[in-house]
């Protein structure tokens, strides 16, 4: 009986602990699942100043680039010179219809004859949604921008072929629109004169014309009227410059072919009025209506064009400027120039443009070309023609030389091209329907592989008009 007593007595102490182990783990669970319950509410709230953030980060940005955009475009549009409205208005217009009226907007106008700077900034403040949990209440947007229109004094050579083969596929034809063109682009025909421009057409020679031919100092021999070019030495290739003291040769009046017209038509210096050089103009109708005459001649000679096309902004011009201005030549605007090279406000440009590539070149024989009477035999016979049916052929050779080669040519270009770039001209160039090694010539005279054109029949008028953009562009600076 005592022992039944115990076993009774140990199974109720066993019942009894097993019943407040169960109740022990109870609490655990209940005390766990409010644990996770906050951890829970902990990543919830997490997750949403995550959100929050991102919400308030992206209005940030989208306030940010609205205004951005918008001053970007309204002082571009107040730089403008040719913009009749104050920039102050300008740009409180942009702001207006851009629902951004009511921002307060520094801006700040420094302009001169020849250009408008325009300087503007704002700034946003932008009430944070969620971030002001962690306080950070409000972000600042801030918005600058500057645009500049310079219209500097530009000296502009456009060096043109009108060499043969000019006359096949149009070339002609599309040369003169894309010219056109690209002189309305350019060419402001204002009262200050801050565009000037030169037309250096070229074939085998370049005719500098009587106004300019005039002032230069001539050696005896070869002196004719019928044309007026110069006979470079190669040496002259290595400078800009045109010299007042050297004694330069006129070019002889011939032509090479075998053509039977007398007198010669197409002589290697060409004779019309409109294939000479028209030196520092603004007359838009003038420039266009010289160009409409170009007709194709001769063979080619890139290095004799780039060579007057730099000379005609090159400073040691401008006693020569300044003498056909005061004879009515040239505009009164245009005395003084062309300008130093370290002019800031001036920018010197040449467009050099060819559809081949440079030949031999060929003279007469001094013996044969020392007389009045030679001169106009000259004009009356082609050499080839005379050669022919005149003089043995075994004595043909003893009538010319070879002046210089084409690969001497194409050194003497690219020395001139050279110098050019050096003196601080861009050069501008385009290989109209050229051949590989033309292409790549011409790419080399360029101030940049970006400042050459390579082009194919009316693509003409695209490069004119690249280089007339680059000229005019309108730069935004920051």
């Not at 110069?230 to 010299?243: A, G």
């Not at 007198?263 to 103009?281: A, F, H, K, T, W």
Request: charge should be negative.
């Amino acid at each position: 009986m005592a022992q039944m007593t115990d076993l009774k007595t140990a199974g109720a102490d066993e019942t009894q602990a097993n019943a407040g182990f169960r109740n022990r783990l109870k609490r655990f669970a209940d005390e766990s699942e409010g644990s996770f319950v906050v951890f829970s509410l902990f990543l919830l709230v997490c997750m949403m100043l995550a959100v929050g953030i991102a919400v308030d980060v992206m209005r940030f940005e989208l306030t940010r680039t609205k205004l951005q955009n918008t001053l970007d475009r309204a002082v571009l549009a107040a730089a403008d010179m040719d913009q009749t409205l104050e920039p102050e208005a300008v740009v409180a217009d942009y702001f207006e219809k851009a629902g951004l009226g009511n921002f307060n907007i520094d801006i700040s106008v420094d302009e001169g004859l020849n250009f408008r700077n325009v300087s503007a900034s704002t700034e946003a403040e932008i009430r944070t949604l969620l971030m002001s949990l962690v306080g950070i209440n409000n972000f600042t947007a801030p918005a600058s921008s500057t645009a500049e229109e310079r219209v500097s004094n530009v000296e502009i050579s456009m060096v043109l072929d009108i060499s043969g083969s000019m006359g096949s596929n149009d070339k002609i034809e599309n040369l003169r629109v894309a010219a056109r063109e690209f002189i309305d682009s350019v060419v402001v025909d204002d009262a200050e004169g801050q565009i000037s421009l030169s037309l250096v057409p070229y074939t085998a020679q370049v005719n500098a014309g009587p106004n300019i031919f005039n002032q230069l100092n001539k050696s005896s021999n070869g002196r004719h009227n019928y044309s007026h070019c110069i006979d470079f030495d190669s040496s002259d290739f290595n400078t800009t410059t045109i010299s007042m003291t050297k004694s330069y040769q006129q070019m002889q009046h011939f032509e090479w072919s075998s053509e039977d017209y007398r007198p010669i038509r197409n002589p290697g210096c060409p004779m019309q009025d409109y294939e000479r050089i028209v030196p520092l103009s603004k007359n838009t109708t003038e420039l266009k209506n010289t160009i409409n005459n170009y007709r194709a001649r001769a063979n080619t000679a890139i290095h004799l064009g780039m060579k007057w096309g730099t000379a005609l902004l090159d400073p040691s011009m401008r006693n020569i400027v300044n003498t056909l201005e005061a004879s009515g030549v040239v505009d009164d605007e245009f005395r003084g120039r062309p300008a130093d090279y370290d002019d800031e406000e001036t920018l010197k440009v040449v467009v050099l443009m060819t559809d081949g590539e440079n030949v031999d070149t060929y003279r007469i024989q001094d013996w044969a070309y020392n007389s009045s009477s030679e001169y106009q035999h000259w004009d009356n016979y082609s050499l080839w023609y005379y050669l022919y049916r005149y003089v043995n052929s075994r004595n043909r050779g003893q009538y010319y030389y070879r002046k210089y080669s084409s690969e001497q040519a194409d050194s003497m270009l690219d020395n001139i091209c050279t110098a050019a770039k050096t003196a601080g001209i861009t050069v501008f160039t385009i290989g109209f329907e050229v051949t590989n090694y033309s292409a790549g010539v011409m790419q080399n005279c360029a101030s940049s592989p970006s400042h050459f054109f390579r082009v194919e029949g009316t693509e003409i008028s695209e490069a004119f008009s690249a280089i007339a953009r680059q000229i005019n562009q309108l730069r935004l600076i920051n």
